[in-house]
Every structure is written in C-alpha cells, then in structure tokens.
C-alpha cells in the first residue's frame, strides 16, 4: 500500500513581475489556434497561462477558447488540458482540485502545488454556469483560480446575447429593426461585484484587461498565490462579435477602462483596491465620454444621441452613485448615512 503523505493546502507562490522586462520567456499556449484575427481572448489565455507557469492545469468549458483551440488534432494548449460542459467550469475545477488532493493523500501522486485553473465564457460562466461557479467559491479547502473570458456574447454559435451583452448591443438574437431600434434592453451583470460581495470565503476575485497585460498577469498569480476558490473576470474585445477592425482590440479595452464602463480592480480579503487609469479616476481624473468607445464598435452603429445618454447616465450612477463606486452598488438611504455618523 502506498505511504500516506501529509497534505497541506499548500498553493505556489508567485511573485508578480515586476515589469515587462521581468516576465518569463516560455510560452504555454502557443501555435496551433485558430482564433481570428485580433482576438483578446486568445492573448487572456496565453497570458493567464504563461503567469501561471507549467505547473498548471487548464480546464475550458465549451465556446470560442474550446472550440479555436483544439480543432482538426492540433492544440495551442503546452500543459495539461481538458474540455469541460458549457456550464460547468466551477464544477471542473472543484472537481480536479478536490481529485488531486485526495490522489496526493492517498500517496498516489507526489505531494506538489498544482495550479488549477477553469476558463469559461461569459454565456457559459455568466449565464449557465454561474450555480457552479457559486458552489466552488464557497469551498475553501480546494485551490482553484476561475477566469471568465467576457467577449460579452455567446459568440461561438455565432454571436447571441447573454447576460453580459452591453445594453442595446446588436446582436443575431437583438437586430435592430425599424419598428424597435433597440431589442436588448436590459443592462449587463456586475459578476466581479456580485461574487465578491456573495462568496465570504473566497479571498480574491479581480477584473483585469489584456490591454494592461502585466497587471493582468499579476492578478493571475496573486490568485493562485491566494489560494482557496477564486476568480477573475476579464473583459476581451472581441473583432467578430463587436464589429470592429481587429486592430483596435488593444485601444478598445483601453476605452473600456478609460470611460468607466469596465472598472479594473481587486478585492482581496474584503479590501477593494482599484487599479491603472480606474485607481486615477476614482481619484479625480475625468472619465473618457463613453460615445468614444461605443460608436467605435459596429454592434452599436444603430444607436442615437438618446441610446448613448442613457448608456452615459447608467455609467456616471455606478461612479456617483454606488456605495463603492463601480464596484458595489448599494447605496445607504440619507437617514442610514445620518444614523451612522451620528454615533
Ligand atoms: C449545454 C449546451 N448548450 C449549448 C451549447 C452550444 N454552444 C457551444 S459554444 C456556445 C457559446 C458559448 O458562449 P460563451 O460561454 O460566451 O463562450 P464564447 O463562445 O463566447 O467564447 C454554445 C451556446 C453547448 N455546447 N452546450
Ligand atoms: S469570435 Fe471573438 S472570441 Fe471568438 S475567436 Fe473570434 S474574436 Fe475570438
Ligand atoms: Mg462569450
């Protein structure tokens, strides 16, 4: 029989980069791909591995990052891979972690700190898979890093809206016609937000961009350096689903950010802690008009003046208006706010 070994929830400690310079050569998700032209969510993977290092296991549900990177036998993926159900990235990655801890108990496999990470889409994570995903961020004992690549439509069957589409977005489920310009009228899930606040025993949920790629690795390896369930949502351009030529994937997650549309920050242990051009508005810096980042995109050719004051005016709430702004959007009644600074 094999020697039981001492486990510890151990995890790998990462230390960020500290500068371009200073990110690592290798390469773990590489050639073979067959994304297109321009794609973020592609550089989120190569990135998202690459801080993660070899040590690691990656774990995709079904969508763009599936089906582009495994087809016809070929494979961009250099560690090990496996394809999981649509919905079910939190369960895959509960799964694997809880399935390697008990093989290193029993003494069947060497005792090491192995990443996990599971990707999913935002129709896949957002939409379908949010219960799992739910479930893992409650088990503490397990070590999982999930990432929510949000190319914000269900975009491998060809461009649906889910639930992260932005309001009023062209989609082949919400054509703007004559009769009704806009069909998709209801505004995006906060999901950073929403699990950060729901989930008190997961210890670190982000938003990155992989315009900011550095930073982005770096919130990858504070996760999995963190340990326990945690999560990251990234907001990625996507050239097809957003119409707009692949060249400006770049500049439009930079507009994303700088409009305040996708805020990009960290809440670690209960502390928010905001980053890049979000950290500088939050400290007074003017937001970008968010008409320059829309009218940029094809999917939003259709709207009007009235369409963008009202994507304008939602936006200024989450800055103005939210408890914490852009992140959390509770707001204390003026009576509650009294009551607390008179004591
Ligand atoms: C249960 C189930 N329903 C529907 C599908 C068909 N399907 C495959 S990929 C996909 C889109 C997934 O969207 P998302 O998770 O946002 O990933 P993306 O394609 O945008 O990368 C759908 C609906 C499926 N594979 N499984
Ligand atoms: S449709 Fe969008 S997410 Fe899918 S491969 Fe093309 S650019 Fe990437
Ligand atoms: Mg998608």
Known sequence: MAETTTFSNATQILEPFRGVKRVTIEEYFTSGHRTCQGCESALVMKLMVKASGPRTIVLGSTGCMYVANTTYYTTPWVVPWMHTQLGSSGSAALGTAAGLKALMKKGKMKTEPINVIAFCGDGGGADMGLGAISAT?????????????DNESYANTDIQLSGMTPYGANTTFSPPGKVKRLIHTRWKKNMAGMLAAGHPECRYVATVCASYAVEMMNKVRRALTIGGPTFIHSLDPCPKGWD???MLSHELGELAIETGIFPLYEVEDGQVKYYGKTKAIVEGRPRKPVREYLLKQG?????????LAYFQAKVDEMWEKWEIPAV?????????KAALAAK
Do not use: C, M
């Open 137 to 149: 961020l409650t088990h503490k004992e397990y070590n999982s890093l999930i990432l929510l690549y």
């Open 244 to 246: 707009y030529d692949p």
């Open 328 to 336: 959390v959007p509770f707001r204390r009644l003026d009576a509650t």
């Open 299 to 307: 999917r939003f050719a259709h709207f009007i003046e009235e369409d």
